[in-house]
């Protein structure tokens, strides 16, 4: 470790809990964009956009989460 990362670090640990959120997730981010994140979060983007619009169209049964619970647990006790 350089000192510059061993100064990084310790200011780091310095901030408070928010702060210290921000700066992780924009590291985080910065590794998943080196790694062609970019067409998994468009992938996804399309996926989400699809789904509304079956919803917005009326494609599709919109279940309660607890109604939708309650099948699958009967459907595994069946």
């Not at 921000?22 to 399309?46: F, K, M, P, Q």
């Not at 996926?47 to 647990?73: K, M, N, Q």
Request: hydrophobic share 45%; no cysteine; aromatic share 2%.
């Amino acid at each position: 470790m350089t000192p510059d990362t061993a100064t990084l670090i310790r200011d780091g640990l310095a901030l408070d809990a928010d702060q210290r959120a921000v700066v992780a997730n924009a590291l985080l981010e910065s590794l998943h964009d080196a790694g062609g994140a970019g067409e998994v979060d468009a992938a996804w983007r399309a996926e989400a956009t699809r789904r509304l619009a079956e919803v917005r169209e009326g494609a599709v049964e919109l279940v309660d989460a607890d109604e939708h619970y309650e099948r699958l647990r009967a459907s595994l006790t069946a």
